[in-house]
T-cell receptor
């Protein structure tokens, strides 16, 4: 089925460990983005990309890295996990960079102990 | 001050009631999105609009660009409408979206 696939759905890490959240879309969307969702707060943009080879920081980029080597994939790397990064993470994509409908992945719940 | 403000934060209704959720924003936008998130679930797009009004089934979304305000209406509400409804705006200056905190709607049978 066409859409945005995120893995893993759940992950528990210890402080200081690193990991990568995977995001893939098969809709040939140019724009891809990562958000975190915390209780009492709206979705906050971590990093985004407007095409292969192009990435930029969002509101809360510290502690996260991204790359966009292909149109389909946009992995999010946690370099040294901290308890403050405990959150639900969503990947989303849309066609072009203008006003288009955003398609979300199912989310990844990350707990950092 | 958040660029996107939603009201109310929480809303409880009885089945069949007419529901309105409001969204105000402070920046120039190219589009406004309404999203729905069920408990423990993913996020789906309900509407994207830049002017006027859109309708899909029992859901209606309106936007007033001059007043920087949008409303989401649900007619004949049903318990399955219970979810968090999120407003997001795409600024005219770029491709990024800014999100409101969401409105938790509970519809009781």
């Amino acid at each position: 089925n066409a859409g945005v696939t995120q893995t893993p759905k759940f992950q528990v890490l210890k402080t200081g460990q690193s990991m990568t959240l995977q995001c893939a879309q098969d809709m040939n969307h140019e724009y891809m983005s990562w958000y975190r969702q915390d209780p009492g707060m709206g979705l906050r943009l971590i990093h985004y990309s407007v095409g292969a080879g192009i990435t930029d920081q969002g509101e809360v980029p510290n502690g996260y890295n991204v790359s966009r080597s292909t149109t389909e994939d946009f992995p999010l790397r946690l370099l040294s996990a901290a308890p403050s990064q405990t959150s639900v993470y969503f990947c989303a994509s849309k066609k072009g960079t203008g006003a288009n409908v955003l398609t979300f992945g199912a989310g990844s719940r990350l707990t950092v102990l | 001050k958040n660029e996107v403000e939603q009201s109310p934060q929480n809303l409880t209704a009885q089945e069949g009631e007419f529901i309105t959720i409001n969204c105000s924003y402070s920046v120039g936008i190219s589009a406004l999105h309404w999203l729905q998130q069920h408990p423990g679930g993913g996020i789906v797009s309900l509407f994207m609009l830049s002017s006027g009004k859109k309708k899909h089934g029992r859901l209606i979304a309106t936007i007033n660009i001059q007043e920087k305000h949008s409303s989401l209406h649900i007619t004949a509400s049903h318990p399955r409408d219970s979810a968090v409804y999120i407003c997001a705006v795409q600024e005219t200056s770029g491709s990024r979206l800014t999100f409101g905190e969401g409105t938790q709607l509970t519809v009781n049978p």
